[in-house]
């Protein structure tokens, strides 16, 4: 039977099941979310979700107001648990872990609305992510033994350096809610990249960015990618980054795929053109 | 003046103790969320696991503290995980009943073993106390009381700021879905808060008994309750707040026992609160954070 997805009585064929870009054919994709879906109640909120991302892919997830991206990025990292499907996270079922080992596990997100521990410096943001790769004890923390010193050392020195990729190692002792708007929007990508993720979500990275500030974000994100050679997935409303900087893209609409492939593709779709402007009338 | 240092010497012991208890409470509320009205009847426990240990086994003080210590750990954890933790989605108000509820089943379980009867519980340090000092009133378990608040309140401060643990717990309080986004185990942050309000209430517990040394299954209520009422006052969730709301309450319930009247003293110390809270609802340094719309 040829795969084909059935959208609202019309057929919508499926460009291509993956997205994988041609130089990551030799890896194991970092994610594979299979059949995908959870109800509110009556509501599908997200229905038969699939996408897979390449080890060091930049992704894009975009689609009308209320089409379910921040609940395709709650279902990846566990917040909500998925009604139905399978998510892998490099090659590894997640299904009964927790939001905390999916953490662990490789996966790491930004909010659409701003969520820094505020009261905490930036540094102590920072450490918080680092949280779980400092393998220290309580008890050695408790006693002071040299070795929490040397990783308490260690942790401090690897925050300066994160931060230093943003050019934010100055702030390291500024409370995190009293920076500027664009500087917390780096510090929550620095955190998430402190637990050391393969994929890492950012939702809605450049709400409320002027466009110079969102031309740096852009050059940020490929660079954040080529450093540490992580695969990158962002919901994004502004076309310009999202067409510039993803290599693949999954458009949704009511909870369901209408489109993947390339940007090019993407502009061009039909179905995703129907979805942003409404249908045409026929003259 | 020689009344005015005596009440003050007693207050400061007894607002030690608030203090002390005042700590777990607000520990607890600060990371969880929840007021968790067992903490008082933990302290009860806490007391008589040290008068069994010095009176029954008949082993030194120091053993008696660590063996209250110990058991109140376990039994802060296991309280959580059996009581609390089922209903961590449940409203608040469930989670208060049944906090509620968990003091009761300590006071009756306290009850059934130990009987009604109160103890009389033997102080756990005496050493003399230089003649100057005597006059007004300051006793070894004063001496102690305050020195070991003035630990533990240094002791937190430094393990909320400076350790692993400590980050985790602060990031907890902020914003706990983000905090376990960032792979820290928000349950076994939780579990390991109340195992510390725990702990503390028991060193509370046997501190309020060498003080004052009648020792029955209700014990833990009262000091319980105005423990919580100095968290409130210092502002809820703050540890410096529930040091500094422990210590005041315990000098204002003194003079006001010394200069206005002993069976008011109750009174006067909730009228103080009611006064604190219409003045500044958040309490001396909690953060007053309008409700989001």
Redesign the interface.
Known sequence: MPKFEFERGKMVPVPSHSIVPERDVNSAPVLEALHLGIDFGGLKAVDDFNLTIGRTEIAGLIGPNGAGKTTVFNLL?K?YAPTRGTILLNGHDTSGK???QV??MGI??T?QNI??????TVE?NV???L??T?A?S?LS??LRTPSYWKR?REAHERALELLSLFDMQDLANHQAGSLPYGAQRRLEIV??L??NPSLLLLDEPAAGMNPSETADLMENIVKIRDTFNIAIMLIEHDMNLVMNICEGICVLNFGRVIAKGTAEEIQNNEAVIEAYLGKQKEA | MSVFLQYLANGLTMGSVYAIIALGYTMVYGIAKMLNFAHGDVIMIGAYISFCVTSYLELPAIVSVLAAVAVCTALGILIEGLAYKPLRQAGPLAVLITAIGVSYFLQNAAQLIWGATPKNFTSIVSFPVPEGLRAYNVSAVGIVTVVACLVIMAGLMWFTGRTKMGKAMRACSEDKAAAQLMGINVNRTISMTFAIGSALAAIAGVLLCSYSPVLQPTTGSMPGIKAFTAAVFGGIGSIPGAFVGGILLGIIEAMAQAYISTSLANSIVFGVLIVVLLVKPAGLFGKYVPEKV
């Open positions: 990292t917040v927790t939001v905390h953490n662990r790491a997100r909010f969520r820094l521990f505020d009261t905490m102590e450490k918080v992510g949280h779980n400092k220290y309580t923390g408790i308490e955190r998430a402190a637990t």
